[in-house]
């Protein structure tokens, strides 16, 4: 009877061992799933992060290239000041110079007529480019121009021609309009 208890001892761990045994292996296919899911989201994290980084290196050159944008904006803003003080000064002494001309042509034109000579063309029929227009239109909602200011505006010289392929051909004048007063 004791060899019965002791085999039926050993029985029993054999049955406690292959239970055990089962109960480890079913842990262990368990922990090599959770193994690979842990594997796999690192690898995801991973991928996270580079696409996080590329993220934040597109976001930086768009800011640098919003930067570089707003800097040429404010160079051309500038330009534009400049070249519209550049216009009012040239406008003034066009006005100016005009204003200086006027007087002195009537005076040339009294002195010729007692001689019994012919008065001196006009600016506007000596040269069509030279016309004083009333007023140049603002380039910009930061100019302010007076209704009074005038601006020189080119016109097509009487001699010009177009080409048959719509191109413009003028003659050219070897001498100024103002040398001629």
Same mark, same amino acid.
């Given at each position: 009877m004791a060899e019965e208890q @002791? %085999?039926?001892?050993?029985l029993e761990n054999i049955l406690d061992i292959r239970n055990? /045994?089962?109960q480890m292996q079913k842990i262990k296919s368990r922990l090599k799933v959770e193994f690979e899911a842990l594997e796999? *989201? *690192?690898?995801?994290?991973? @991928?996270?992060?580079? *696409? &996080?980084?590329?993220?934040?290196? @597109?976001? +930086?050159?768009h800011v640098e290239e919003l930067r570089l944008i707003h800097a040429d904006i404010?160079? +051309? *803003?500038?330009? %534009?000041?400049q070249s519209e003080n550049d216009l009012n000064k040239l406008l003034e002494t066009t006005r100016r110079l005009h204003d200086e001309y006027k007087p002195l042509k009537e005076h040339v034109d009294? =002195? !010729? +007529? /007692? =001689?019994?000579?012919?008065?001196?063309?006009n600016l506007n029929e000596e040269e069509e480019k030279l016309s004083l227009e009333p007023a140049c239109p603002a380039t910009s909602r930061s /100019?302010? &121009?007076?209704p009074s200011a005038p601006c020189?505006?080119? !016109?097509a010289a009487p001699a010009t021609q177009r080409s048959p392929r719509g191109s413009?051909?003028? !003659?050219?004048?070897? /001498?100024?309009?103002?040398s001629r007063v």
């Open positions: @002791e %085999i039926m001892c050993k055990k /045994t089962i796999s *989201e *690192e690898k995801h994290l991973k @991928e996270y992060k580079q *696409e &996080m980084d590329l993220l934040l290196q @597109e976001k +930086m050159a404010n160079v +051309m *803003e500038s330009t %534009i000041k009294a =002195l !010729r +007529m /007692t =001689l019994g000579l012919h008065r001196l063309p /100019t302010v &121009m007076l020189a505006k080119p !016109r413009q051909m003028s !003659r050219c004048h070897s /001498t100024s309009s103002f």
